[in-house]
């Protein structure tokens, strides 16, 4: 068994591969270079996996590259992949998520972008048709850029619904569909906003990332600019479960691949003031859904003043589970023991944008 780790720069992507039990790592690197990789996805529902890359270069602009021998070659069209209908406006700044379909269809690739719209591929991620239905939903006059941009960060596709799938975004909220995309609703009720008059709008939330399990796929964590919330109720409601972190700002969140209720994120001290609380590197672990957490730090370091972004941290599907997660200083940390321990497996890289891992 081969652990394949994908790892999203501001100056390209970097592959690391361990065929040892993740005892150590191959890294190879930059590919892409001098891009902007905020989005990778690793597609196995096929025999063979398919990388996806979300790349922006400064002279060409934002494309999707697509790799199904592991990141030896890539292909991209020559045309852009992903681009707006001109009777939109809009030119696409960069791609933000790549997330596959469910495994009932195997073809289905999505890509949530900026400005905040949702696209859909029908081919594996080659190219891509905007959702219209999202597009021109009534409240996306009133979305606002986050501090890192106007975009769709998340994408859920339901793992056994057809047609359902989740979205979130900074800054306007949780929008589901349940007619694959023609019609959405606002799924917003629980979260407090901090930046605007009402505190509890219907829409408008500066939501930093989302995520479910497939074994609970009606149970959502969520981590918001001042918040840390779940819902038990598909997303219907919210409740807060940041008591017991040191902070409720923070960008990640993520969920153990075989336990729904274990999840983990990377607190910082504030909007302001984006370091982990007294320098300190810890991932924090619930084992109960939010109900209490403990900090996690045996191989990380204390005087660290680096953030973690909303996806520079992800599991892999391996036994027992693999944690990672990347700095905006370019470090990159591994758990093979489903975060009770850490050790580097890259250093000195550019800026992490993006991590992504899975068993090939």
Same mark, same amino acid.
């Given at each position: 068994?081969?652990?394949?780790?994908?790892?999203?720069?501001?100056?390209?992507?970097?592959?690391?591969?361990?065929?040892?039990?993740? =005892?150590?790592?191959?890294?190879?690197?930059?590919?892409?270079?001098?891009?902007?990789?905020?989005?990778?996805?690793?597609?196995?529902?096929?025999?063979?996996?398919?990388?996806?890359?979300?790349?922006?270069?400064?002279?060409?602009?934002?494309?999707?590259?697509?790799?199904?021998?592991?990141?030896?070659?890539?292909?991209?069209?020559?045309?852009?992949?992903?681009?707006?209908?001109?009777?939109?406006?809009?030119?696409?700044?960069?791609?933000?998520?790549?997330?596959?379909?469910?495994?009932?269809?195997?073809?289905?690739?999505?890509?949530?972008?900026?400005?905040?719209?949702?696209?859909?591929?029908?081919?594996?991620?080659?190219?891509?048709?905007?959702?219209?239905?999202?597009?021109?939903?009534?409240?996306?006059?009133?979305?606002?850029? &986050?501090? &890192?941009?106007?975009?769709?960060?998340?994408?859920?596709?339901?793992?056994?619904?057809? &047609?359902?799938?989740?979205?979130?975004?900074?800054?306007?909220?949780?929008?589901?569909?349940?007619?694959?995309?023609?019609?959405?609703?606002?799924?917003?009720?629980?979260?407090?906003?901090?930046?605007?008059?009402?505190?509890?709008?219907?829409?408008?939330?500066?939501?930093?990332?989302?995520?479910?399990?497939?074994?609970?796929?009606?149970?959502?964590?969520?981590?918001?600019?001042?918040?840390?919330?779940?819902?038990?109720?598909? =997303?219907?409601?919210?409740?807060?479960?940041?008591?017991?972190?040191?902070?409720?700002?923070?960008?990640?969140?993520?969920?153990?691949?075989?336990?729904?209720?274990?999840?983990?994120?990377?607190?910082?001290?504030?909007?302001?003031?984006?370091?982990?609380?007294?320098?300190?590197?810890?991932?924090?672990?619930?084992?109960?859904?939010?109900?209490?957490?403990?900090?996690?730090?045996?191989?990380?370091?204390?005087?660290?003043?680096? &953030?973690?972004?909303?996806?520079?941290?992800?599991?892999?599907? =391996?036994?027992?589970?693999?944690?990672?997660?990347?700095?905006?200083?370019?470090?990159?940390?591994?758990?093979?023991?489903?975060?009770?321990?850490?050790?580097?497996? =890259?250093?000195?890289?550019?800026?992490?944008?993006?991590?992504?891992?899975?068993?090939?």
């Amino acid at each position: 068994m081969a652990v394949l780790l994908a790892i999203g720069t501001r100056k390209g992507l970097w592959l690391a591969t361990s065929t040892d039990g993740r =005892a150590s790592w191959e890294l190879t690197g930059p590919h892409h270079p001098m891009t902007e990789v905020y989005a990778v996805g690793i597609d196995v529902r096929r025999g063979t996996p398919r990388l996806l890359a979300g790349v922006t270069s400064e002279h060409y602009g934002p494309s999707v590259a697509t790799s199904d021998d592991l990141g030896a070659s890539w292909q991209e069209p020559g045309h852009a992949p992903i681009a707006f209908p001109e009777d939109t406006g809009e030119a696409l700044a960069r791609v933000w998520q790549l997330a596959p379909g469910p495994a009932g269809e195997p073809d289905v690739v999505y890509a949530g972008v900026e400005p905040s719209a949702l696209f859909r591929s029908a081919d594996g991620g080659r190219t891509y048709e905007l959702v219209r239905g999202l597009w021109d939903h009534p409240h996306r006059e009133h979305w606002t850029p &986050g501090g &890192g941009g106007k975009a769709i960060h998340t994408v859920i596709p339901h793992p056994a619904t057809a &047609g359902r799938i989740t979205v979130a975004m900074s800054a306007g909220g949780v929008y589901r569909t349940e007619d694959g995309g023609a019609s959405w609703q606002a799924r917003n009720t629980g979260i407090k906003a901090v930046h605007v008059p009402d505190p509890y709008p219907e829409y408008g939330h500066c939501v930093h990332k989302v995520a479910t399990h497939p074994q609970a796929p009606e149970r959502f964590y969520a981590q918001v600019h001042h918040g840390v919330y779940r819902s038990d109720d598909d =997303a219907a409601s919210w409740r807060s479960i940041a008591e017991g972190l040191p902070s409720d700002f923070g960008f990640p969140m993520v969920v153990h691949p075989r336990r729904p209720d274990v999840i983990y994120t990377f607190p910082l001290v504030a909007d302001m003031r984006r370091f982990p609380p007294d320098a300190r590197c810890r991932v924090y672990r619930s084992e109960n859904a939010g109900e209490s957490w403990e900090a996690l730090g045996p191989g990380l370091p204390d005087g660290f003043w680096a &953030g973690v972004m909303r996806d520079a941290m992800c599991t892999d599907d =391996a036994e027992p589970a693999g944690v990672y997660f990347g700095s905006r200083t370019g470090d990159v940390y591994a758990s093979r023991d489903e975060g009770d321990s850490w050790r580097l497996v =890259a250093s000195h890289l550019p800026d992490v944008l993006c991590v992504r891992a899975a068993t090939v």
